[in-house]
């Protein structure tokens, strides 16, 4: 009996391994890594956007792929695995020989990461809106900086909703300790008084928010018009709406405009209690307009289910593929260190009927939208900046980063440099 | 001292130590040497892979010591694997200087970032190499100690004692995710430049890196079955099969269990020491309760109470973890899961146990 | 009579209101065409002008326009809206058009207009027949402090007759004229007093923004006076409110852990698929919310009820599988069933993951869960109540299980002392495996309630592991009471360290204050004696 299952045991393996082989021999193709976390806790966020890129790579090659050569999807699980992040991304590049990579959805994800791609010079596409305060040669950002993102969302929220007092809350990690602090400088540039600004940091996964949103309701009774920003990540948002709706605070009372919400979160909740709470984002589904109707169609029938969601994160990769397709083919080559240079410049249409463009700052120009949540889990645009927004990846309103900014041509090619001293990092 | 260490020393002992000798010199002889087109060529990354791999085997290796010969399972050995890599991190992170992103001379990026005006003083003197492997060292030891001393004098002992040390890595685990402890938050440390002068992206770096990797591990191994080899390491055993006889004997089981714990967490922050330079980062997520939990699996998976078994089970199960997160992304924790069910059934000694019993019954004896 | 009065009101708020005077010369359909827009405060403007005017359908239309009903045609501007049947109405006539509408395109709405509609509907409804509709009216009046509502205040104060809701209409009243600055001051000195008397936040909140600016300095001391008796107050209950919340914590800690309390503390399982069990109940709600949503919405409150003993029994067979295939091999090898059920419990994560999406799924909450109850200013949530008294249900009938019945007898008498049992014929094995199963229903059970609270997703079992063995510990393994007292210790001892050391902070102080308890008393609150102590 022992002797059988531990037979069947080593046929497995040695077919699994076989097959592996026989996939790894395929014809010439163009690899494309993708390095999203499918199980652990980010696989809730991060899963969607592996789907998206198969998409992605599916449709090109319909298309007829990229230099007359097909692509080939490179999937691995980083497992919400930090060190494991960077131990694929090795992985990829030098085993799998990827040209390009798409994937990460934390910053710390990203940090691990980071002197990866820079040692084995290869590129990296970034989805998620950040907190800025980096500019790599070999990563391309095509989600938010904070200006893309914080800051049109608290000036509208000043302009529209009178609002006077502010909850800043947010889980305690950089992105928002970062954009806190960029908002608690710019409310206090804009008059803002410090006892109307209250910070609320909680951990990772907080589920408990009874004493913090009761905290919120009495800073909220002050008699200013108040609004909680919040930078909550992930998995705490929904207790955290849930206690908002238990405890009865509407949106007409106090708003909360998040930053980390979307589709795919509300589609989690029951968001009846949650109608006229606000996001900012560069994206919503609900965005009318026929390049955003057509993705959303050929999307739902790619993944085979009419109820699919699409979000921000999503649109980020579908600009950033478009942008490395055609700086591959402005470039004749996939090889990284000129597409690299071939990226700066290229304007690809975002889904919400403008043109984004990569900037020497490697990060992308968006609009910037302000949806209210529907009692349909989508988002209802109340604001949209008439056009669209450049980064910021150096925040104005730090005290370390006012002086630096990011350019990656040449001659300057430099993603810190400090127009003070007019060095390029510490370096003379 | 030398007669000491290898008193005792069997055959297998000896394999291992030369397997481990071998690998350490032929590995980074086969990365470096050799061109990258020759078949026998070994990439520079699975150097640091195995390196990753081989400071996990130091890590199960200690807690082997512990659970496999005294019987205290520590669900929070982690954490002292943990405080040893931030212990290097922060050196690492001191030698960076002025090449952060903000180019302070001093500060780490995250504390520019923060706006703090000073260095704390738990981050003072790191930027010397010998402070801060006496750190890697002495802060898990002096946890141990504290830790170990409260806990076997009040006498608590079994799934107890697991709990709290679990609690104990898990309130570590807040405490590191605070930004305000000022040891990177979230982030951890990261971006490491140098190590001694050297860049840390070098080949050769990361095959002397392995090499001295390979080499704690088979110092530790050594270490280890010198204690269990000992008068010392029967007391062990004896409190481990029956811990209240042998208080009644006279022993003074509380000191014997705090030695060998301290001496454990020694081991484990060591092998945090090496494995933080080669995979490139620190964050809290290595005080997360489930890593220790997998620390116990690979433990288990080797053969609990044979150190060889240990070590193997860790490099084992990472290998295997390795390979099919890279081949099948989406089912790979149905073969790790079971994998561990598989492991507990069959195999209850783990696969180096159930092979020395089956070697040295001649290969009849049933061993379940 | 009400029709009759209801008109009388709408000509007297008409005649105050300045944007009346443009109004009550046009025609309703002129008033309705400013609803057909894009524009926000456009519509924020015509809802006002509409609540004013006495356009037999304007009740219906901001209803309507609440809830999304409410369309324009393109062509001409004219509006329609569904009613609750589903069926259109021409708002300018109040009937169903002769023809089918059609080019319609719904008026949306943001904050802004939600307040204004909320305000107008308010002041419309505060001659509601329904006292809870007049309630709501005269909150609503409270937030908006519409100065035009003033004389309609009045002459409802003086005909209501239920205390309750003329409590209501005062305290509105009252949040009208305290910043009204032309009001006589004795007026709002009244004003203050009742102001004083409501006695919360938001009278707190209106009596905080009486200045110098404008009031008088009566006004003012009156309004300070009322202000220190409401601090005092809320002062004294937000430490009843702290005291609240760790119970309710407390009764979440004691769900999750309770399962445990079972293969854990009492067949000595460490049982590391526990959460796992938890996720699936709570994936059971998932499963049957979907089922009566796409079946029979009319049920969805039932839901819940549904939900409890499917969960129960999904997990609890669930576990007896993992019991028969793998943990009755592992049997007086307490620590491998760490790493088997570990195994098990990635599995299943995966299984979840694979079945369902990596996602988070939405579990709604049924009508009765939703709300605060107000007691004076102490606040209830009803999800919470539930919750507790829930988990209070669920231990109870456990205990009555372990304790009442002659499988409880011989689950008791197999943990006591198994070959004896065996001995006196009970079939051991049986029993195991019913006891592991009883646990991990338990557990599923559990999920149900914490499905309400927290995400629906794979990894949600993970975020109870700990601390649910962190519970039983501390209460002391294989005892049902020392869970019970563990749960609601650690559930009071968090919340009031939150508020002085953080969220944070107070969980690591916990933590710490844990490992300290258990140096004290190595075996838990409740130490269990006898045979089983040196295992």
Redesign the interface.
């Known amino acids: 009996m022992k002797r059988l299952i531990s037979t069947i045991a080593v046929s497995a393996f040695a077919a699994g391994s076989l097959l592996a082989s026989i996939a790894a021999k395929a014809e010439d193709t163009i690899k494309i890594g993708i390095l999203h976390s499918l199980s652990g806790t980010m696989a809730i966020s991060e899963t969607t956007l592996k789907d998206t890129m198969l998409y992605l790579i599916d449709e090109q090659n319909k298309k007829g792929g990229v230099l007359g050569k097909k692509l080939e999807a490179v999937v691995v699980d980083p497992a919400s695995n930090w060190p494991l992040f960077a131990e694929k991304a090795r992985e990829l590049i030098t085993k799998d020989k990827v040209v390009a990579t798409f994937g990460c959805w934390t910053s710390v994800s990203r940090k691990s990461v980071l002197p990866v791609f820079e040692e084995l010079n290869s590129i990296l596409f970034y989805p998620v809106q950040y907190e800025g305060e980096e500019s790599s040669k070999n990563i391309f950002y095509t989600g938010a900086a904070p200006n893309q993102q914080a800051i049109p969302a608290v000036d509208y929220l000043m302009e529209n909703e009178k609002v006077q007092r502010w909850v800043l809350a947010g889980t305690d990690y950089v992105y928002p300790r970062t954009t806190n602090k960029i908002l608690e400088a710019y409310l206090k540039a804009k008059g803002v008084k410090a006892e109307d600004i209250m910070i609320n940091y909680t951990p990772f996964g907080h589920s408990d928010w009874q004493t913090i949103v009761a905290d919120i309701k009495k800073f909220g009774s002050a008699g200013k018009k108040t609004a909680v920003v919040s930078t909550i990540n992930g998995d705490a948002n929904v207790p955290f709406y849930k206690e908002l709706g238990n405890q009865g605070i509407k949106a007409t009372d106090i708003p909360v405009v998040a930053f980390s919400v979307g589709e795919e979160e509300l589609a989690g909740l029951d968001t009846k209690p949650l109608v006229g709470h606000l996001a900012a984002w560069n994206y919503f589904e609900s965005v009318d307009t026929p390049e955003n109707k057509d993705f959303i169609a050929k999307w739902q029938a790619y993944t085979k289910n009419p109820k699919r969601t699409t979000n921000d994160p999503m649109e980020a990769h579908v600009i950033g593929f478009n942008m490395w397709v055609k700086a591959v083919e402005k470039a004749g080559t996939t090889d990284p260190s000129k597409v690299i240079d071939a990226m700066i410049g290229v304007a690809v249409p975002n889904l919400t009927g403008g043109l984004s463009t990569m900037m020497p700052n490697h990060h992308i120009t968006k609009p910037v939208l302000i949806g209210e949540i529907k009692a349909d889990g989508q988002f209802n645009t109340v604001w949209q900046t008439p056009g669209t927004v450049v980064a910021n990846e150096w925040s104005p309103y730090l005290e370390g980063s006012k002086d630096l900014i990011a350019d990656w041509r040449a001659p300057l090619s430099c993603g810190n440099f400090n127009v003070k001293t007019g060095k390029c990092g510490s370096k003379s | 001292m030398i007669k000491f260490l290898f008193h005792r020393f069997d055959k297998t002992a000896a394999y291992f130590i030369a397997a481990l000798a071998v690998l350490g010199v032929l590995i980074p002889i086969l990365n470096l040497a050799l061109p990258e087109a020759s078949t026998f060529h070994i ?3 699975l150097v ?2 195995w390196g ?1 791999y081989l400071a996990y085997a130091l890590l199960a290796l200690a807690l082997d010591l512990v659970w496999g010969y005294c019987g205290i ?1 520590s669900l929070g050995h982690g954490a002292f694997f943990a405080l040893g890599g931030y212990a290097m991190g922060m050196y690492l992170m001191r030698q960076i ?9 001093i500060l780490p990026d ?1 504390m ?4 703090w005006k000073e260095l704390p003083i738990t981050w003072y003197f790191f930027d010397h190499f010998v402070y801060a492997i006496a750190m890697v060292i002495l802060v898990p030891s002096l946890l141990a100690l504290i ?1 170990g001393w ?2 076997f ?8 004692l ?3 040390t ?3 890595t ?2 570590l685990l ?2 590191f ?3 305000d402890m000022g040891f990177g ?4 440390l ?3 430049k140098d190590i001694l002068g050297f860049s840390i ?1 070098a080949p050769t770096t990361r095959a002397i890196l392995f090499s001295i990797t390979a080499l704690m591990l088979a110092l530790g191994f050594i270490v280890a079955r010198a204690m269990v080899a000992s008068r010392f390491g029967q007391v062990l055993a004896s409190i481990r099969d029956a811990e ?1 006889r042998t208080r009644f004997l006279g022993y003074r089981v509380e000191n014997y269990k705090l030695m060998v714990f301290v001496v454990s967490a020694a081991m484990a922050g060591i092998a945090g020491a090496l494995y933080v330079p080669q ?3 620190i ?1 809290p ?1 290595e005080f997360a ?2 890593n220790s ?1 997998e620390a ?2 690979w433990v ?1 998976v080797g053969g609990r109470g044979t150190l060889i078994g240990a070590a193997i089970g860790a490099v084992l199960v990472n290998f295997a973890k ?1 390979w099919l ?10 073969g ?11 195999l ?1 000694k783990g696969i180096i146990g159930t092979l020395t019993a089956r070697f040295n019954s001649g290969g009849k004896g049933d061993t ?1 | 009579m009400l029709r009759t009065l209801r008109i009388i009101l709408g000509l007297a708020i008409a005649l105050i209101s300045s944007a009346v005077q443009l109004v009550w010369a046009d025609d309703a359909s002129i008033v309705l065409t400013r609803l057909a827009t894009e524009n926000y405060s456009e519509i924020e403007a015509g809802v006002t002008a509409l609540a004013a005017s006495a356009i037999p359908s304007a009740e219906a239309v901001l209803n309507a326009l609440a809830d999304s009903r409410l369309s324009y045609r393109l062509s001409d501007k004219a509006i329609f809206f569904k009613d609750t049947s589903g069926k259109w109405i021409d708002a300018a006539t109040n009937a169903a058009p002769s023809e089918q509408p059609t080019g319609l395109k719904p008026v949306k709405v943001n904050n802004r207009v939600r307040r204004a509609l909320d305000a107008a509907i308010g002041s419309m409804t505060l001659l509601s027949a329904d006292p809870k509709k007049r309630i709501a009216a005269a909150d609503a009046v409270f937030k908006s402090r519409d100065v035009n509502t003033l004389s309609a205040l009045d002459s409802v104060i003086a005909k209501e007759t239920d205390a309750i809701v003329k409590q209501h209409f005062e305290e509105a009243r009252a949040a009208v004229l305290i910043l009204k600055p032309d009001a006589p001051e004795a007026e709002r000195v009244a004003a203050a007093d009742r102001l004083g008397q409501r006695g919360d936040q938001d009278a707190l909140a209106l009596l905080s923004s009486v200045t110098n600016a404008n009031a008088t300095a009566n006004v003012i001391a009156a309004g300070s006076l009322a202000a220190k008796s409401i601090s005092r107050r809320l002062a004294l209950l937000s430490a009843a409110q702290n005291a609240w919340y760790g119970l309710s914590l407390g009764s979440v800690l004691l769900l999750a852990a309770i399962g445990l309390a079972i293969t854990f503390g009492v067949m000595g399982i460490i049982n590391m698929a526990h959460g796992e069990m938890v996720m699936l109940g709570a994936y059971t709600t998932f499963v049957v919310q979907e089922i009566i949503r796409a079946k029979a919405p009319s049920l969805f409150d039932w839901s819940l009820p549904i939900a409890i003993p499917l969960a129960f029994f999904v997990s609890a067979l669930v576990g007896l599988v993992i019991e028969r295939m793998i943990i009755r091999y592992l049997y007086g090898r307490p620590l491998e069933t760490l790493l088997a059920t570990w195994g098990v419990s990635l599995m299943l994560q995966q299984a979840v993951r694979s079945a369902f999406g990596a996602n988070n799924r939405e579990v709604g909450a049924p009508s009765y869960m939703a709300g605060v109850w107000d007691l004076n200013g102490f606040q209830i949530t009803y999800g919470r109540l539930w919750i507790i008294l829930f988990s209070l249900t669920v231990f109870l009938a456990l205990l009555g299980v372990m304790r009442g019945t002659s499988l409880g007898l011989r689950m008791r008498a197999v943990i006591q002392n198994r070959r004896m049992a065996a001995a006196m014929g009970i079939r051991t094995p049986v029993v195991d495996a019913l006891t592991f199963a009883l646990g991990s229903g338990v557990a599923g059970i559990a999920g149900v309630a914490l499905s309400q609270i927290d995400n629906v997703s794979p990894n949600l079992g993970q975020s109870y592991i700990i601390d649910s063995f962190l519970v039983v510990v501390f209460g002391g393994v294989g005892n049902l009471w020392g869970t019970l007292l563990g749960a609601l210790s650690l559930g009071l001892a968090n919340k009031f360290l939150e508020p002085i050391a953080g969220a944070v902070l107070g969980k690591i102080i916990l933590l710490a204050v844990i490992i300290l308890f258990i140096q004290r008393r190595p075996r838990g609150l409740f130490a269990l004696k006898g045979r089983a102590v040196e295992q």
């Not at chain 2, 938050?185 to 951890?188: A, D, Q, R, S």
């Not at chain 2, 099948?328 to 149905?334: K, M």
């Not at chain 2, 790790?336 to 069959?346: D, S």
């Open positions: 990439p520079t990354y640091s892979l990753k399972l200087g002025s090449r952060g992103v903000y180019a302070d001379p995250f520019v970032f923060l706006n830790f409260f806990a004098r009040s006498r608590v002992t079994g799934v107890y697991s709990i709290i679990q609690s104990l898990y309130a807040l405490a995710f605070r930004n938050g979230n982030n951890g990261t971006d490491f992206q209240s995979v490139g980062i964050n997520s309760p489930a939990i116990v699996i288990a390795t997160t890279g081949t099948f992304p989406d089912f790979w924790l149905y790790l899961g079971a994998l561990f069910i598989g492991v507990t059934l069959f209850p379940a």
